[in-house]
């Protein structure tokens, strides 16, 4: 039932993503349940949920399959990582992780789609949507806390 839950969550936030805009910039939400589950399970299930979500955004996006896959794995793993250094999780680092996420997620997708296919856009436009998608996030970094044993 669990499953099914986030499972549920999962379309509801890729229906929210799709269909939000704000300054032409698409938010970047689906990070933040990568992050959430590296936090809460740890490093293997940040990296499979990660590796889900990325290869399911891939493939709704239309172009080379991959990019998403390797960073929304990659930073699934390294919340599960970053959060078992940390003794006490406070809100402020939950947002903060959120943000240092989402700008991490957007530079390896831009990087991996500029090496591997034709730059989707200039440097200054990529700086300026990974900055968007960031300070989007950065509110709802408060959701990601560690469980409490």
């Not at 809460?40 to 891939?58: A, P, Q, V, W, Y």
């Not at 999780?89 to 990087?111: E, K, N, R, Y």
Request: charged residues 10%; glycine residues 14%; proline residues 3%.
């Amino acid at each position: 039932m669990k499953y099914l839950f986030w499972v549920g969550i999962t379309f509801f936030v890729f229906i929210i993503q799709g269909s939000v805009s704000l300054f032409d910039v698409t938010p970047n939400f689906t990070i933040l349940i990568a992050c959430f589950a590296g936090i809460r399970g740890g490093e293997g299930k940040g990296l499979l949920l990660g590796s889900l979500i990325g290869i399911f955004e891939d493939s709704l996006s239309g172009t080379l399959l991959g990019p998403h896959m390797l960073s929304k794995g990659l930073m699934g793993y390294l919340a599960g990582f970053l959060s078992s250094k940390f003794f006490v999780w406070t809100p402020v680092l939950g947002i903060l992780s959120g943000v240092i996420i989402t700008m991490a997620d957007g530079v390896a997708v831009f990087t991996v789609r500029s090496v591997f296919a034709a730059m989707p856009c200039g440097i200054g436009a990529a700086a300026f949507i990974i900055m968007m998608q960031s300070l989007l996030n950065a509110p709802l970094g408060l959701l990601l806390k560690k469980r409490t044993e």
